[in-house]
Nanobody, 115 residues
Protein backbone atom coordinates (compact mmCIF):
# COMPACT_ATOMS: atom_id res chain seq x y z
CA UNK A 1 0.00 0.00 0.00
CA UNK A 2 1.07 3.53 -0.72
CA UNK A 3 1.23 5.89 2.24
CA UNK A 4 2.17 9.54 2.43
CA UNK A 5 2.42 11.28 5.80
CA UNK A 6 2.91 15.03 6.03
CA UNK A 7 4.38 16.80 9.05
CA UNK A 8 5.77 20.18 10.02
CA UNK A 9 2.78 22.45 9.62
CA UNK A 10 1.44 24.90 12.17
CA UNK A 11 0.81 28.54 12.95
CA UNK A 12 3.37 31.17 12.07
CA UNK A 13 3.43 34.95 11.78
CA UNK A 14 3.80 36.80 8.50
CA UNK A 15 7.41 36.62 7.37
CA UNK A 16 8.07 33.41 9.25
CA UNK A 17 9.21 30.03 8.01
CA UNK A 18 8.04 26.43 8.14
CA UNK A 19 9.46 23.22 6.76
CA UNK A 20 7.02 20.56 5.64
CA UNK A 21 8.06 16.93 5.32
CA UNK A 22 6.29 14.06 3.59
CA UNK A 23 7.38 10.51 4.31
CA UNK A 24 6.44 8.09 1.54
CA UNK A 25 6.18 4.31 1.55
CA UNK A 26 4.87 1.69 -0.83
CA UNK A 27 6.51 3.06 -3.99
CA UNK A 28 10.00 3.07 -5.47
CA UNK A 29 10.43 6.61 -4.26
CA UNK A 30 13.57 7.54 -6.18
CA UNK A 31 11.99 7.09 -9.61
CA UNK A 32 8.87 9.17 -9.00
CA UNK A 33 8.34 12.91 -9.31
CA UNK A 34 6.87 14.31 -6.09
CA UNK A 35 4.35 17.10 -5.74
CA UNK A 36 3.18 19.54 -3.09
CA UNK A 37 -0.35 20.94 -3.42
CA UNK A 38 -2.39 23.23 -1.21
CA UNK A 39 -6.05 24.03 -0.76
CA UNK A 40 -7.37 27.13 0.94
CA UNK A 41 -10.99 27.34 2.15
CA UNK A 42 -13.32 27.91 -0.79
CA UNK A 43 -10.55 27.38 -3.33
CA UNK A 44 -9.56 24.52 -5.58
CA UNK A 45 -6.50 22.49 -4.78
CA UNK A 46 -3.50 24.00 -6.54
CA UNK A 47 -0.04 22.73 -7.40
CA UNK A 48 2.60 24.57 -5.38
CA UNK A 49 5.80 22.81 -6.45
CA UNK A 50 7.14 19.58 -7.81
CA UNK A 51 10.49 17.84 -8.04
CA UNK A 52 11.39 15.26 -10.62
CA UNK A 53 13.43 12.12 -10.09
CA UNK A 54 16.51 13.94 -11.38
CA UNK A 55 15.98 16.87 -9.03
CA UNK A 56 14.62 19.44 -11.45
CA UNK A 57 11.96 21.63 -9.89
CA UNK A 58 8.87 23.66 -10.71
CA UNK A 59 7.15 26.35 -8.63
CA UNK A 60 3.92 28.22 -9.05
CA UNK A 61 4.64 31.91 -9.55
CA UNK A 62 3.20 32.95 -6.19
CA UNK A 63 5.85 31.00 -4.25
CA UNK A 64 8.92 31.42 -6.44
CA UNK A 65 11.97 32.66 -4.52
CA UNK A 66 10.19 31.92 -1.20
CA UNK A 67 9.66 28.13 -1.25
CA UNK A 68 12.15 25.35 -1.94
CA UNK A 69 11.23 21.76 -2.68
CA UNK A 70 13.79 19.03 -2.10
CA UNK A 71 13.96 15.29 -1.68
CA UNK A 72 15.99 12.70 0.19
CA UNK A 73 15.78 9.43 -1.71
CA UNK A 74 17.54 7.50 1.06
CA UNK A 75 14.74 8.53 3.45
CA UNK A 76 11.91 8.42 0.89
CA UNK A 77 10.99 11.91 2.01
CA UNK A 78 10.13 15.11 0.19
CA UNK A 79 10.39 18.52 1.82
CA UNK A 80 8.96 21.97 1.28
CA UNK A 81 10.90 24.80 2.89
CA UNK A 82 8.62 27.82 3.10
CA UNK A 83 10.14 31.22 3.87
CA UNK A 84 8.71 34.73 3.95
CA UNK A 85 5.28 33.31 4.56
CA UNK A 86 2.22 35.44 3.83
CA UNK A 87 -1.39 35.16 5.04
CA UNK A 88 -2.38 34.03 1.55
CA UNK A 89 -0.22 30.93 2.04
CA UNK A 90 -2.71 29.73 4.64
CA UNK A 91 -4.03 26.38 3.42
CA UNK A 92 -4.01 22.65 3.94
CA UNK A 93 -0.90 21.34 2.21
CA UNK A 94 -0.80 17.89 0.62
CA UNK A 95 1.96 15.81 -0.88
CA UNK A 96 1.24 13.65 -3.88
CA UNK A 97 2.76 10.87 -5.90
CA UNK A 98 1.45 9.28 -9.06
CA UNK A 99 1.98 5.61 -9.83
CA UNK A 100 0.68 3.92 -12.96
CA UNK A 101 -1.72 6.78 -13.55
CA UNK A 102 -3.15 6.71 -10.04
CA UNK A 103 -2.83 9.66 -7.66
CA UNK A 104 -1.96 9.02 -4.05
CA UNK A 105 -2.36 11.74 -1.41
CA UNK A 106 -1.41 12.34 2.15
CA UNK A 107 -4.06 13.43 4.64
CA UNK A 108 -2.80 16.99 4.46
CA UNK A 109 -1.39 19.35 7.03
CA UNK A 110 -2.57 22.81 8.02
CA UNK A 111 -0.37 25.86 7.52
CA UNK A 112 -1.74 29.05 9.00
CA UNK A 113 -0.02 32.41 8.59
CA UNK A 114 -1.27 35.19 10.83
CA UNK A 115 -1.20 38.81 9.72
Amino acid sequence: QVHLVESGGGLVQTGGSLRLSCAVSGVNFKIHPMYWYRQAPGNQRELVANISSDGSTYYVDSVKSRFTISRNNARSTVYLQMNSLKPEDTAVHYCNVRRQGVNFWGRGIQVTVSA
